[in-house]
């Protein structure tokens, strides 16, 4: 399945979410990174769907901490490339 990074959301072909790009180094390992986030708690469903193997969420329910998901491609992964072209000219 083709993952499509979009300028405002990204696709595989059947669902689709929309996205913010952000370009940056982590700062916890200093590894080049590309995370979207999700619009909205719907298209957080979606993004993991489509992204699942880079989908993060540290919500702990117990603790009341809750969090908003991202997908974090970091650098030497498949999708970087791409990844990294739109976040660059969004």
């Known amino acids: 399945m083709t993952i499509k990074f ?18 940056h180094q982590m700062v916890s390992t200093g590894e080049d990174c590309v995370t979207l986030y999700a619009k909205n708690w719907r298209e957080g469903r979606e993004l993991a ?3 699942g193997e880079v989908y993060e969420n540290n919500t702990d329910i117990m603790s009341d901490y809750f969090e908003d998901g991202r997908a974090r491609i970091k650098a030497g992964h498949p999708l970087y490339a791409a990844a990294l072209q739109r976040a660059q000219a969004a």
């Open 6 to 23: 979009m300028k405002h959301y990204v696709t595989n072909g059947t669902i689709k979410a929309r996205v913010f790009y952000s370009a």
């Open 49 to 51: 769907q489509i992204l």
